[in-house]
């Protein structure tokens, strides 16, 4: 016999409505806020009843809500092995929390919170927010979002400060409705515009607290902590400190305020929020109860009166400090943060009335009103600890004092004198401006009109670095790039720089090369170097990681390299040949060559080392033989998704100059069934078209950028960029593929300006997908480690493409 198909799915459980129900009574009244209609044979149109008693097998359920289907197998594993095993932890759960006996709250405590965190995202509300967040998704793919972010709520809700309140002297009590977990946020009434269906107040708001009724008599109220200790003196849409979805949280379980007891008008006060975010359906033992409009006295603002907790607030806070058997030891603030850097980051005061050109308070190095003047307060970078631009700058001194570098020190003398103690110091203060609790998206620059911000996919390398940024630099406001240094905070002991320094030996002076060609770009804010979000949060590393690997499982790329990449290849070879003994290349070059003298092979091999000598990328020091003298060469560089990810969050383009990232951004970024946008077909013609020349040393860039003598290519490179964001109200393709043509000229003019040093020319292949490039994986991530407000797509890709690639710049 087959087994049954369940198909009727509650989305409010059956057995939770049941702690609704009147002593003795099997029926709920089940309101219905916006009820059919039907059309009668004679035409007339009439609305059927808006209130009925059901029982709880009736309410809150929609067929096929989360059945998928193929051909014509229904199949309901998502009701059953999903749900199934939360409603059945969670019914206990639920249970427990009501009893208050802490010996039944702490085994439960992380299966109530999986509970809610479900019964915030199953609801047709939460599923239709899920929607809003994507592009598209059809049944499959939201049943997949709809797992992937589950527990997203669950760190900030434990961090916070839990209340459960009792409506048992009150003569009305709590209702339920068809979305249970309900957000309220002081600031934010229902006709607030991100308050339309289906948002809710955004969780990481500082005012924004959850609601969620256990039973008739019984709510748990979940409240940010600086909200709850500083009420008054909050801006109440302002993110909270540390607000991070996903990461682990150590929490005190036993810490709860159940002290009050509710008037009827305070029970009132939330089953009116309640039914204001609710979307369809209401149910009491009451019916008189499912219109709380009708007696609540008040504003909307004066609900918060009800649901601030009075007292106990002693129980929440503080700072958590572990000691481990092995030594190890552990520390976490009241907001989950594990080390100290908000203390010693943290800016000097602000002033608080920003003139339009005075420096913007974000750090970007802008003026206030080019930067963050024009954008909402809990939209801006953080002002309270220092940016991205002013960590790279405090490091470029950190470098340049270890090494010597501002006492006179020469570059050979780094070369030569470059130790384990100055390569662990170096990377320890890297990774103290970047360690694991750094909340990177409240740093990054926001999206600006009118700017062509672009993410490089490619190595962050100095011998790339003329070609791959500087040189682009002219003709792109912005570039953002992966930071070269790895961070020790993530790496086993072995391939830690703090705690096997030797082997970074090499690679540390090429990265410091790179650091000190970009500090007067990252100085002038033209160029952002940030970490790989992977190298600070664990999980975030995780989930990027899993996301590559099943991208790429059934793809293989070719292993062979080809352009520069190659001759960066044979030039780390080269090096490492030519650092070999004296006595040792001696007998390599006796076996290549055995016709040779031995004076023309110490001919040879003087002239090796002396062409070592004027190689800024080499260690002058003996090399050590063996596994003592290895050297680990870290190449560091986005992938596909965090490329995709910084670049929806900054609001910016990406470009390459790598085969195999154009493929998989074409492959794996874009939705099924997008094409090309023919009507952008004339400017990518026109663009392909232009020849770009390139100026590879810095100091000239960096001098025509302040003159100013690229400002005509910029404004026409953020019209191309605003058109492409459909930021004008009629974008005229024909029009702009004209103003690109005639980029041309400007460039050869404004080039001629500068005198001639290192340049080449390069061409630009454009992608413009209709509707932009975004991946659904990539979309998860932004809203787990991002941001929940929605983020545009990325609007075009630029493949990079030289006139030479064989030897490099």
Known sequence: MPLQVTRDNHYVPQWYQRGFLALGETQLHYLDMS?????????????????????????????????????????????????????DKGSQAIRAFVSGDPSEVHPAFQDFFEYVDAQKLRT????????????????????????GLRLMHCRMWTEGVREIVSAENSEVKFIVSDHPVTFYNASLPPTAADCAYPNDPSIEGIGTQTVFVLDANTCLILTHLEYAKNPA?????????????????????????????????QVIAINHLIKSRARRFLAASNRDWLTPEKSFVGEWGDIAQVLLPKDDLWRFGGEIYIGYNDGRTHYQDAFGRTSGAHEYLRRNAQKSNLQPNDLCGCGSGHKFKRCCQSLPFADRPTWEVYGIRERNLMFCRVVEDILGLNAGKTWQDVQRELNEDQVKRIYEAFGSLWPEDTDLPSLLPRPRNGILRAVYLGVSDPRLIGPMVLGWLPYFDEVILAHPFVNPVRLKPEYSPTVSPSQYKEQTLKNVLLLLELEPFIHAGYVHLIPDPGDIDAQFGASMLQMATERTADSKPSSALDGWHKAMADDDHRRLMLRQPEASLRRRFRQITPELSDKQIDTIVSHAKSELETDPYALLQPMEMGEAGAQLLCFKGYGLEVGMYLASLTGSVIYTDLDVHWQYLHMHGLEKGIVENAQWAPAVKALSNVEFPLELQGWPVLQAIRMGRFGKIKVRSGTLTDALLNLQEAPQPDKIATQISSISELVQREMSKIPIGNRLTGRIGLSVPSGGFQRQEVQRLLLTFGRVKATRPIPFAMCIKFEALATLP
């Open 35 to 87: 009820p059919d209609q039907k059309v009668l044979a004679d035409g007339r149109i009439i609305t059927m009843n808006n209130l009925n008693r059901r029982a709880p097998k009736g309410c809150f359920y929609a067929f096929d809500l989360y059945s998928t289907h193929f051909g014509q197998i229904v199949n309901d594993e998502v009701e059953k092995f999903l749900f199934g095993p939360i409603d």
């Open 124 to 147: 047709p509300k939460g599923l239709d927010w899920i929607k809003t967040r994507y592009a598209s998704l059809d049944q499959v793919q939201l049943m997949v979002e709809m797992q």
């Open 233 to 265: 003196s909050v801006n109440l849409s302002a993110p909270r400190t540390n607000p991070n979805f996903r990461g682990s949280s150590i929490v005190r379980t036993d810490a709860f305020i159940r002290t009050r007891k509710l008037s009827r008008d």
